[in-house]
């Protein structure tokens, strides 16, 4: 049997150690937000051949210093292609930076024909209102999860229940942040996405570890709070990792098809996931159970 109780400086090293990294990458990196929040334009030309996505982000960010997502989309009736670059900014371009743009593009891409097709200014308001509400949403779900595990779980202590599965949620939440940070991914609504299925998904396998503890509470009475947490993380440890290995092989599927395909809303939301489902699992089973026996401990001495 695993002793997470007793190995629980080791399983909380490893998570200060990851979001040490994180701290050290967003001081580094800072945070990037997209053009979603932070306004901007958006810039779209029509073109032949292949083009370089890569080569054309870098090229664009050189010419204009301006956080720069680059696209290429095609129409699947008309097989006509397009490739969009999302610029954030306070502001749209003047023409002399379009100037520079149209030559520089054409001159890396002599072959492609290059037309400028569209040109458009994404102002930040709708997107600053919806990265509120996200937080909001977000902050509400903890919330409502720390209530119904309260009264869910009276037999344990439902309360510190609560607020422990709430520190694995924000354990989880800052783990997916960082992993934004840290690929250099801006921040966007896949952040949002992530982050509240990932909320959902962490306080489910959290859940399904208290409901063992409450089962094995009556077998337990004559043994200490710790070896009841223990046996029962060793008893729905199988069951955690089984949903995680499988959850996690569908999502890097999805990354690798959308890897293949160059289709980066969908990378910039199944590589943070991937983070977010190990992260998820790793929280519940090895920082949830070993801090509520701490927080158990901890009341024990002070009653006595």
Known sequence: MIKFYKN?????????????????????????LSIQFKGGAIIKYSYTGEIDSKMAEKKVSEILNRSTEVQLTEDLITHSKKIVLNLSGNSGLEAGEQE????????EFPESNLTL?????????????????GMIAIALTSLFIIL???????????????VIGLIALLHDVMIVFFAFV??????????IAVTLTIIGYSINDTIVIYDRIRENQPYFEKKSFEELVDTSINQTLSRSLKTS?????????????????????????????????????????????PMLVMWHNKNQTLTL
């Open 117 to 133: 097709a569209e040109s458009n200014v994404v102002e930040p308001f709708i997107g600053k209102r919806f990265l509120t509400n």
């Open 245 to 289: 290995i499988t959850t996690s092989i569908s999502i890097l599927i999805v990354y690798i098809l959308a890897y293949a395909y160059n289709i980066d809303s969908i990378k910039t939301f199944s590589l943070p996931m991937l983070v977010g489902i190990i992260s998820g699992c790793y929280s519940s089973v090895c920082i949830a159970g």
């Open 100 to 107: 520079r743009l149209d030559k520089a593009l054409k001159d």
């Open 8 to 32: 629980r400086k080791i399983f909380f090293a490893i998570s200060l150690i990851v979001i040490m990294a994180g701290v050290i990458s967003l001081i580094i990196n800072g945070v990037d």
């Open 148 to 162: 119904y595990v309260r009264f869910r779980f009276k037999r344990i202590s439902g309360m510190s229940a609560g």
């Open 182 to 191: 840290i690929l250099k991914m801006p921040i966007n609504d896949s952040f």
